[in-house]
T-cell receptor
Framework: KNQVEQSPQSLIILEGKNCTLQCNYTVSPFSNLRWYKQDTGRGPVSLTI?????NTKSNGRYTATLDADTKQSSLHITASQLSDSASYIC????????????FGTGTRLKVLA | NAGVTQTPKFQVLKTGQSMTLQCAQDMNHNSMYWYRQDPGMGLRLIYY???????DKGEVPNGYNVSRLNKREFSLRLESAAPSQTSVYFC??????????????FGPGTRLTVL
């Protein structure tokens, strides 16, 4: 069964601290993996995309990693800011099949001052 | 560039009422999607349109119908609303091309409550 599981479900950290969000997937055939940020009351916005051959990709203070062998990805946020408070959604795309985008349930991050 | 727009932003319906959610994109994308997002669940695909003139069922199509009016617009209709359809609905669009790099662009969502 094609699934994307994220952990933790929610996380609270202090401003300036780092954190890492996890994404494990059992999706095949694998095409790519995206991390989205979803602010409250808004639609998701893409942060990074990683294909099979990519191990690490950065977007400012966000760094995503991918281990295609273990089917795990992580999103590391450095020096967190209040504006990082949001839900972070891992989405794995398939190269074939009826439902090509498989969504995780997200990690809700809250950054406190 | 407005990206993906959705109307209305909020809606309250009574059981059995009908309504249409509107979605439009100005990025000249070929593919458009309708998702619903419920607490504790990932976004679930209701219907999608790979290109103008085509529509296909997604994961949870029951109780919904769609119309791809033209390349820009993709509407979602609830013919007889039920409380189980209380959710946040997102429209998205993406370009057809190198599959590895397709990014979905999402609208701001419609929060629907069915009483």
């Amino acid at each position: 069964k094609n699934q994307v599981e994220q952990s933790p479900q929610s996380l609270i950290i202090l401003e300036g601290k780092n954190c890492t969000l996890q994404c494990n997937y059992t999706v095949s055939p694998f095409s790519n993996l995206r991390w989205y940020k979803q602010d409250t009351g808004r639609g998701p916005v893409s942060l990074t995309i990683m294909t099979f051959s990519e191990n690490t990709k950065s977007n400012g203070r966000y760094t995503a990693t991918l281990d295609a062998d273990t089917k795990q990805s992580s999103l590391h946020i450095t020096a967190s800011q209040l504006s990082d408070s949001a839900s972070y959604i891992c989405v794995v795309s398939r190269t074939s099949g009826t439902y090509k985008y498989i969504f995780g349930t997200g990690t809700r991050l809250k950054v406190l001052a | 560039n407005a990206g993906v727009t959705q109307t209305p932003k909020f809606q309250v319906l009574k059981t059995g009422q009908s309504m249409t959610l509107q979605c439009a994109q100005d990025m000249n994308h070929n593919s458009m999607y309708w998702y619903r997002q419920d607490p504790g669940m990932g976004l679930r695909l209701i219907y999608y349109s790979a290109s103008e003139g085509t529509t296909d069922k997604g994961e949870v199509p029951n109780g919904y119908n769609v119309s791809r009016l033209n390349k820009r617009e993709f509407s979602l209709r609830l013919e007889s609303a039920a409380p189980s359809q209380t959710s946040v609905y997102f429209c998205a669009s993406s370009e057809v091309g190198e599959w590895r790099y397709n990014e979905q662009f999402f609208g701001p969502g419609t929060r629907l409550t069915v009483l």
